[in-house]
């Protein structure tokens, strides 16, 4: 079970779009449209913002959003914000009743 | 809101054991199936175990295969993680995780920190 690969950081003013890529194989992201995406600020438990590729959890405003094509995966946060600036972590079911996740993207709010 | 609050984590040496718990409330625990997952310090998430709501199901990542079992108590609202045979590599905080469609870590406790150092 190797890990998702993620950038280490991506950076945005406000008011400006980024997006986060998570590649896996043809054996979990391209497998299974079960990929997630957690937002973690220092110190707390990661939060569930997208889940099965592109749908939103209540509560998680909808500037965020997810996509997927062929083994990568991609959240886009539409508009960042200040309070957005965390680490984000994919999740991919990997069959079997195991999940591999990505490194994880600090993302910086400038 | 759904709550989860994990507890039993501390300082361990090589070789040894813990017992990790997760007091699960304010949602029907017997329904939905658990992971535990974990994060070692300055590092990203990994997925350490799974159990299905009857417990009929359990799946170990190969890191710790062998040396750490899962379980749950229905009638006690609660989860577990046996670990034993402890290395430094399983220093990390350890979180207990609801699953929405057998799938999907919706709700997370807030972990518990397990050290293992001589």
């Known amino acids: 079970q190797s890990a998702l690969t993620q950038p280490r950081s991506v950076s945005g003013s406000p008011g400006q779009s980024v997006t986060i890529s998570c590649t896996g194989t043809s054996s979990d992201v391209g497998l299974y449209n079960y990929v997630s995406w957690y937002q973690q600020h220092p110190g707390k438990a990661p939060k569930l913002m997208i889940y099965d590729v592109n749908k939103w959890p209540s509560g998680v405003p909808d500037r965020f959003s997810g996509s997927k094509s062929g083994n990568t995966a991609s959240l886009t946060i539409s508009g960042v914000q200040a309070e957005d600036e965390a680490d984000y972590y994919c999740?991919?079911?990997?069959?079997?009743?195991?999940?591999?996740f990505g490194g994880g993207t600090k993302l910086t709010v400038l | 809101e759904v709550q989860l609050v994990e507890s039993g984590g501390g300082l361990v040496q090589p070789g040894g054991s813990l017992r990790l718990s997760c007091a699960a409330s304010e949602f029907a625990f017997t329904y939905y199936s658990m992971n535990w997952v974990r994060q070692a310090p300055g590092k990203g998430l990994e997925w350490v175990s799974y159990?299905?709501?009857?417990?009929?199901?359990?799946h170990y990542a190969d890191s710790v295969k062998g040396r750490f079992t899962i379980s749950r108590d229905n009638a006690k609202n609660s989860l577990y993680l046996q670990m034993n045979s402890l290395r430094a590599e399983d220093t990390a905080v350890y979180y207990c995780a609801r699953l929405l469609g057998d799938i999907t870590a919706d709700y997370w406790g807030q972990g518990t920190l397990v050290t293992v150092s001589s």
């Open positions: 159990i299905s709501s009857s417990s009929s199901t359990i």
């Open positions: 999740c991919s079911y990997a069959s079997r009743y195991t999940w591999v």
